[in-house]
């Protein structure tokens, strides 16, 4: 043989290794690509975990046992200068509110709550609705409608 000459294991070789370089490279773009995926949504996820550190998130119900309207502070935040908008939660409909003069409240630290005395002396016909309005870190005149059951 000469030693110019291609044998088919030479073919099989050169085939192989140009199949190798193929595959490395087209898994490398695969993963390149699912790595910029997965860091897209590492920093999406970090800007929503620091957007809800922010963020107070302020709940409402109503203690049957003590007859008290119970405003939590469920965030990540402080809520500041807390305001209730009783909407029909009312004297009309048979609900009174002996909130006193207490809001604005000024300061609701997270877990923290407020107890407002009520009492339920007649049927309320509809769920009511109250709105709830409180300032944070993320902006002034957060609000959230909340229903209260009072069965």
Aim: charged share 25%.
């Amino acid at each position: 043989m000469n030693s110019m000459e291609i044998e088919l294991s030479d073919i099989l070789s050169i085939a192989a290794i140009i199949g190798s370089i193929y595959t490395y490279f087209r898994t490398k773009k695969k993963i390149d690509k699912q790595q910029l995926a997965i860091n897209e949504y590492t920093i999406e996820k970090n800007k929503k975990e620091k957007q809800e550190s922010l963020r107070a998130n302020l709940r409402a119900f109503r203690d049957k046992g003590q007859n008290r309207l119970v405003i939590q502070n469920i965030g990540q935040n402080t809520a500041r200068n807390i305001r209730i908008e009783y909407n029909n939660l009312n004297q009309e409909n048979g609900f009174f509110v002996f909130d006193y003069g207490k809001f604005p409240y000024p300061i609701l630290n997270p877990a923290d709550d407020i107890k407002i005395q009520c009492q339920l002396c007649a049927q309320v016909k509809s769920i009511p609705i109250i709105t709830l309005i409180w300032d944070d870190e993320s902006g002034n005149n957060q609000k959230k409608e909340q229903p209260i059951d009072l069965n």
